[in-house]
């Protein structure tokens, strides 16, 4: 049982607004990630579900049951820190068995326990390191252990991966989501990285200055952005906006097409540009053109599509896949798609 | 987490500290301030009452007043001068790739932890003394007439002893700070074809700037103070030749027992070191703010 | 240096930094090798080779009583450095973990008191002292060298504690652990290093303290500072025996010091060079 509710929280520090007011559901055994900009608020939000910080008004529900004002220990819930928190002068064992000792569990119970969560996390053979004798991955594992041991209503990370390299972040993004899988209790994430939040989540919260701009899956919010700042930041690489004549003629003040959805040619198209960098990445190629009448534009093409700097490319957008938004930003009427 | 509750432990938890320096500071000072207006003389008590400015200007007029003023900026400028130097030499000495860096580095630091009469004691008989010390056989082995240091250069010898002490010190944060330049830096300038004189000037001794500040500011507190070191060798002598402000104090309080004449040069002494205080709480203080 | 460095070069640099180290060092080494040899051979001229006679340490014991300034010296030193730190960790603590706009203030003030020259109130100290009947006693000399140290310590305290990341404490936190069990099983064991290191810094400290060590004491409570000094009086030129007593006086504390380099630059550059 894990379910979070938040009902007009803000948070205020000193003179800033951090959070001016925000309203989030969070289901039992969902995989929720809190994705947005650096000082978007989102690990602030996180660290008020925690109890980190003290909201400034609102209420928190777990479970249904206010805990606005508990001690962070009284909520149940477990945190993973982006420096993993680690206390360097215990062995893993002792840092994964920690909460279970504040709970005052005798030690046989704990033994076991902490074996078993070494087990799940292959650390086994670790247990009496300290962890400066660890690698990256290894003490991202023990922050995951400490978690897991508690058995808690639900698992916040804040940024966990944000410290691995990129290869490692891959394996433990799969670690992570695999252990969602068996254990399918809650998860809040936190992370700017917005591929992360499309691999993991059953559920985006993009946030962008304190407010929430959409919630929704993976796919929704990549099929039909509410507005621009979601169009712009879910997406890689990035969502070309298009203004002006071509914009008006399709009734927006900006239209929005993603690289996926352009068709290359060499021989014609609606649009004609050139080729400024050619990224291959050997299955894709990610085009980078400048197109006569927009700018610059990026396209992404077949791997097999041979053209390099310099060369002319024709290119048509999928006009079912336009994304058009007025002079606010707001996604209107989302006529060209079905999710 | 900062509510009202710990707010008040954590002024609780201070307090102590606070309060005992606050008395430290207070009493003492103002003891002092209270006794430079008076007429107050150990041996004579029959003189008592307000001496208005009369302790000061008995102080500012003894002609060895300016002595040991000028005697006390010598003290500070040469060991200063020597010291940062003399350590920037050796911490660039150090930094480089040497066998048995670790025994080298602890006979360099040694000097600063012997207490400041042994050292004045080592220097004053075994080294610099015009009949026994190693100079002295030095001399001798080179055919020249041995020079007797604490006679004819007093300031100077005590200038040496000082430096002697605080070398090391320079020596171990200027090498640090090195220590703590990026290597890649360093690389980079020698690709950009600097040569080593190019590099000192134009990235190792801008990066060893706040270094040399700190250490500059630091010794200067303690040397405006040193005391021991001229006690246990020269007295002060021959007449004011070796005496600074902090002896001369000593001088008129505990050998002259004026009590009122002390304290006005205690008084001047807390000015000077005030001056030098600004500029190290400046420096200090910018790194609270990382 | 990730590139390799010619043996050449490395060789030439190695000769020059020992020559360095050892006219540096020469001093110390001097005394030591004058400590072991006899009285006429102390005088005799430079000679770098003693007899290796140990009857000057013996002398210094029998005829000048070492053992009592240096008993004076290791309890003015530990007892003065552990009144400093009694009364300093708790405001250090305060200020590292519930800092408020003034913290800064406050410690910049703390700092400032040290900066206060010793002469300057040499007269009242010793006027109160007389008067309170605590010239030549142990406590009046370990309450000063622990006010003179105090915000030495505070501030090394100070920079150790800030150290601790506070994700740590919120990880004990969320881990269930209350207030006193986060002091003793997380805040003590990573704050034990930092402590032992002001502890070490500052024995030192207080053992080489030479103004007023010597004006406040003469005889009941002088420490090694005070019994060295008083050698300085021309009693003759019993070379061997004042060397036998300096070597006796920074031995232990040349060795403590040896480890204590890296808090040595830290300490005294109130945290602004690490």
């Given at each position: ?9 803000s948070?205020?520090f000193?003179?800033a ?14 995989f ?5 900009p ?42 993973v820190?982006q ?9 893993v ?21 902490v074996?078993?969560?070494a ?11 300290r ?14 252990g ?5 058995e808690?209503?639900a698992?916040l990370?804040d940024?966990?991966l944000?410290?691995?390299?990129a290869?490692?972040?891959?394996t ?23 591929i992360?939040?499309?691999t ?8 962008n ?15 039909s ?16 906006f ?9 009734n ?8 996926e959805?352009l ?15 050619a990224?291959h990445?050997?299955?894709d ?55 | ?21 606050l ?25 008592d ?15 060895a ?5 000028w005697n ?13 130097v003399g350590?920037?030499?050796i911490?660039?000495l ?5 066998f ?9 630091i040694?000097?600063?932890?012997v207490?400041p009469p ?15 010390g ?20 007093p ?18 944060i ?16 020698e ?22 500040t ?12 040193v ?5 246990v ?6 007449g ?30 807390v000015?000077?070191?005030n ?16 | 240096?990730?590139?390799s ?13 020992w ?5 540096i ?7 030591i090798?004058?400590s072991?040899?006899t009285?006429p ?12 006679t ?7 014991q ?21 009144l ?6 708790p ?12 913290t800064?203030?406050?410690?910049m003030?703390?700092?400032?008191t ?28 370990t309450v ?12 090394m305290?100070?920079?150790y504690?800030?150290?601790?990341p506070?994700?740590i ?13 986060e002091?003793?099983y ?18 030192i400290?207080a ?5 007023w ?5 003469t005889?009941?409570?002088a420490?090694?500072?005070?019994f060295i000094?008083?050698f300085?009086?021309?009693q ?12 006796m ?15 040595l630059?830290r ?8």
């Open positions: 049982m894990g379910s979070i509710t938040l009902r007009h929280v948070k205020t000193g003179e607004k951090v959070i001016p007011d925000i309203n989030l559901e969070i289901n039992d055994g969902e929720v990630v809190f994705v947005g650096s000082g978007c608020g989102k690990s602030t939000l996180l660290r008020l579900i925690a109890g980190l910080e003290d909201v400034s008004g609102g209420q928190i529900l777990i479970n249904g049951k206010e805990v606005t004002a508990a001690a962070p220990a009284a909520r149940g819930l477990a945190m820190f420096s993993y928190a680690l206390y360097p002068h215990m062995t064992r002792n840092n994964i068995g920690f909460p279970l000792k504040m709970a005052k569990m005798d030690k046989a119970a704990i033994d076991k326990k074996e078993a969560a087990n799940v996390l292959n650390l086994t053979d670790y247990l009496e390191r962890p400066s004798q660890l690698s990256g991955g290894q003490r991202q594992r023990v922050a995951i400490r978690a897991i041991v508690r808690p209503s698992f990370f940024e966990p944000s410290n691995l390299d290869a490692l972040r891959g433990m993004r799969l670690e992570i989501s695999d252990l969602h899988n068996q254990l399918k209790t809650t998860m809040v994430y936190v992370t700017h990285d917005q992360e939040a499309m993991m989540a059953d559920k985006i919260v993009v946030l200055r304190g407010n929430i701009e959409q919630v929704g899956s993976p796919l929704e919010l990549y099929k952005p509410r507005n621009l700042f979601v169009a712009g930041f879910i997406g890689s690489p990035r969502m070309n298009i203004e002006g004549a071509y914009a008006q003629s399709r927006a003040k900006t239209v929005g097409v993603r690289p959805h068709i290359l040619s060499k021989e014609s198209g609606l649009w004609t540009g050139t080729v400024t960098v990224e990445l050997g299955a190629t990610f085009l980078h053109a400048n197109v006569d009448g927009f700018g610059p534009i990026t396209a992404r093409v077949d791997g097999e599509f041979g053209v390099k700097h310099g060369d002319r490319v024709y290119m048509t957008p999928d006009e079912s896949k336009l994304h058009r938004f007025d002079d606010k930003g707001l996604a209107l009427g989302n006529a060209v798609v079905a999710a | 987490m900062a509510t009202q509750n710990t707010k008040t432990l954590a002024r609780l938890m201070m307090a102590p500290s606070v309060l005992l320096l008395v430290w500071m207070i009493v003492p000072l103002a003891m002092t301030l209270w006794f430079s207006f008076q007429n107050y003389n150990l041996l004579d008590p029959s003189s009452g307000f001496a208005g400015f009369f302790n000061y200007e008995f102080f500012y007029t003894d002609p007043f300016f002595q040991s003023i006390t900026l010598v003290i500070v400028g040469g060991v200063l001068l020597i010291t940062v350590g920037i030499a911490g660039l150090l930094d480089q790739p040497i048995g860096q670790g025994i080298v580095r602890i006979l360099v040694s000097p600063f932890f207490m042994v050292a004045a004691l080592i220097w004053k008989n075994l080294i610099m003394h015009p009949g026994y190693v100079f002295a056989d030095i001399a001798n082995l080179l055919g020249l007439q041995p020079v007797d240091w604490f006679a004819q250069y300031l100077f010898s005590i200038v040496i002893i000082v430096a002697w002490q605080w070398l090391p010190f320079a020596t171990l200027l090498l640090t700070a090195l220590q703590s330049l990026d290597s890649e830096q360093k690389e980079a300038a690709m950009d074809g600097a040569n080593f004189f190019n590099r000192f000037i134009y990235l190792v001794l801008p990066h060893l700037a706040r270094s040399i700190v250490v500059i500011l630091i010794q200067t507190i303690f040397l405006l103070g005391y021991a070191e001229i006690l060798t020269t007295n002060g002598g021959p004011y030749a070796s005496t600074n402000i902090a002896f001369l104090i000593y001088r008129t309080a505990l050998l002259g027992y004026d009590v009122g004449g002390a304290s006005a040069g205690g008084i001047i002494a000015i000077l070191a001056i030098v205080a600004i500029f190290l709480m400046r420096a200090v203080g910018k790194n609270l703010d990382r | 240096m990730a590139r460095v010619t043996t050449g070069r490395k060789i030439t640099a190695t000769i020059v930094a020559v360095v180290a050892l006219i060092f020469f001093p110390i080494l001097y005394t090798i004058t072991l040899k009285e051979e102390a005088i005799a001229g430079f000679n770098l080779i003693p007899s290796g140990f009857e000057n340490y013996i002398n210094v029998t005829q000048s009583d070492y053992l009592k300034p240096f008993m004076n010296s290791v309890i003015l030193s530990v007892g003065s450095t552990i400093a730190l009694i009364i300093a960790i405001g250090a603590w305060a200020m590292a973990f519930s800092p408020t706009k003034r800064k203030d406050v410690l003030w703390m700092l400032s040290k900066m206060m020259p010793a002469v300057a109130v040499l007269v009242p100290i010793y006027l109160l002292f007389r008067d309170f009947g605590l010239l030549d006693s142990r406590i009046g000399l000063m060298l622990t006010l003179i140290n105090l915000p030495i310590v505070v501030w305290l100070y920079t504690f800030r150290e601790i506070g994700e404490l919120e990880a004990s936190r969320m881990d269930g652990a209350g207030l006193w069990q002091i003793v997380v805040l003590t064991p990573m704050a034990v290093p930092g402590i032992a290191s002001t502890l070490l810094l500052n024995i400290l053992w080489n303290e030479s103004f060590s010597i004006r406040l004491t005889t009941n409570a420490p090694l500072t005070a000094a008083s300085s009086s021309p003759g030129l019993f070379w061997a025996k004042l060397s036998a007593a300096s070597t006086a920074i031995a232990p504390i040349l060795i403590l010091g040896w480890f204590s380099q890296k808090q630059v300490g005294l550059t109130f945290g602004a060079v690490k």
